[in-house]
């Protein structure tokens, strides 16, 4: 069965840091492109940033509100994906879900259950 | 960046009736180089992540009936589901991936009328 499962998630002060993972199974983890996407309470879908496969290169692009704060890796020996948040605010404070970026012009074929993010005092 | 403007906001449909969502972006999604637009529909139900209904526009992911149906081009899109049953309510996106980053419209809401 193709799956994503997401951990790490939590309450955290602002500030602070967080490593959220992404656990892939059920395909060839390191064929495709992978995207983290949150998602405020009671609010739409915000793409946070994505990583392309080694193949494309592996390289990274984040969306403005979080350049140079988050950053995305992975690890392909691992089948997973990883979103490094540092320096949180209270408008982090999300559902992040991972997301797997198929064929289909690359809309988001996978997505996770997601992992609940909170950044309060 | 590119914005996605779905229309209603909300929409309330008897069973068995036709839901027509619609979705305009500020810019073209359509990839002149594959005559392609690069349009997706979500449906996300209460408490579950997003679900992909339709990719390009108008094809359907595996596995999503065929009473979910997309059509437009360029900046105009529309996802009609033809005959609406209990298990459809939800929010509905619209994504572009055609301009970078990536875009979402603000969501429709669906209901039983």
């Known amino acids: 069965e193709v799956q994503l499962v997401e951990s790490g998630g939590g309450l955290v002060q602002p500030g602070g840091s967080l490593r959220l993972s992404c656990a892939a199974s059920?395909?060839?983890?390191?064929?495709?492109?992978m995207s983290w996407v949150r998602q405020a309470p009671g609010k739409g879908l915000e793409w946070v940033g994505r990583?392309?496969?080694?193949?494309?290169?592996?390289?990274?692009d984040y969306a403005a509100p979080v350049k140079g704060r988050f950053t995305i890796s992975r690890d392909d020996s691992k089948n997973t994906l990883y979103l490094q948040m540092n320096s949180l605010k209270t408008e982090d404070t999300a559902m992040y879900y991972c997301?797997?970026?198929?064929?289909?012009?690359?809309?988001?074929?996978?997505w996770g259950q997601g992992t609940m993010v909170t950044v309060s005092s | 960046d590119i914005v996605m403007t779905q229309s209603p906001d909300s929409l309330a449909v008897s069973l068995g009736g036709r839901a027509t969502i619609n979705c305009k972006s500020s810019?073209?999604?359509?990839?002149?180089?594959?005559?392609?637009?690069?349009l997706a529909w979500y449906q996300q139900k209460p408490g579950q992540p997003p679900k992909l209904l339709i990719y390009w526009a108008s094809t359907r992911e595996s596995g999503v009936p065929d009473r979910f149906s997309g059509s437009g081009s360029g900046t105009d899109f529309t996802l009609t589901i033809s005959s609406l049953q209990a298990e459809d309510v939800a929010v509905y996106y619209c994504q572009q991936r055609s301009n970078w980053p990536p875009t979402f419209g603000q969501g429709t809401r669906l209901e039983i009328k």
């Open positions: 990583i392309k496969s080694k193949t494309d290169g592996g390289t990274t």
């Open positions: 997301a797997r970026e198929g064929i289909g012009g690359g809309a988001f074929d996978i």
């Open positions: 059920g395909f060839t983890f390191s064929s495709y492109a």
């Open positions: 810019q073209s999604v359509l990839y002149s180089s594959n005559n392609k637009n690069y």
